[in-house]
């Protein structure tokens, strides 16, 4: 998030956490030494999956909408965290639902025209039954859901 411009990054950072919690109309407010700690730990874990400002922003406009919860009395640097964990794994079982359909749908590609002749009608027949199979248990497991 912040490799080039630390300083910068906690001020965007910084600056969209104030306007979001004023949006959220706390009781309590965080005070802005609460929003400074606060950025700097999410500067500081944004590493660990590869966040960046936008799934930041994303993350505050559906904490702001109560996409999370209503938070009228308070917040704090460990609640924002807890619901900021969410956000995360949210994104992160995304991620691996887009990386199964996009490993699904190359399964189903035709084989390529230079290694045609080298695979059988039959091999090809096995890689898209496979395909299909792995397509249906998918589909299987996610309605069960």
């Known amino acids: 998030m912040a490799k080039h411009d630390y300083d910068g990054t906690d001020m ?3 600056v969209a956490l104030t306007m979001a919690m004023e949006n959220m109309n706390l009781a309590r407010p965080m005070s802005s030494n609460q ?7 999410i500067i500081d ?10 799934d930041l922003m994303i993350f505050l406009q559906k904490l702001v909408s109560g996409h ?3 938070n009228y009395e308070s917040m704090d640097i460990p609640k924002f965290m807890s619901k900021f ?8 079982q995304s ?11 190359h399964k189903e590609l035709p084989v390529d025209d230079r290694y045609s002749e080298a695979i059988s009608e ?3 027949r096995k890689h898209r039954e496979a ?15």
């Open 12 to 14: 965007i950072v910084t």
């Open 131 to 145: 395909a299909i199979g792995d397509l249906i248990q998918r589909a299987i497991k996610n309605n069960g859901k």
């Open 35 to 41: 929003l400074m700690n606060l950025s700097a730990a």
């Open 68 to 70: 999370y919860g209503s």
């Open 85 to 92: 964990e969410e956000y995360r794994q949210e994104r992160h």
């Open 122 to 124: 039959g091999e090809k």
């Open 95 to 105: 991620m691996i639902r887009i990386r199964e359909e996009q490993h699904a749908q």
């Open 45 to 54: 874990t944004a590493a660990e999956d590869n966040l960046a400002l936008e």
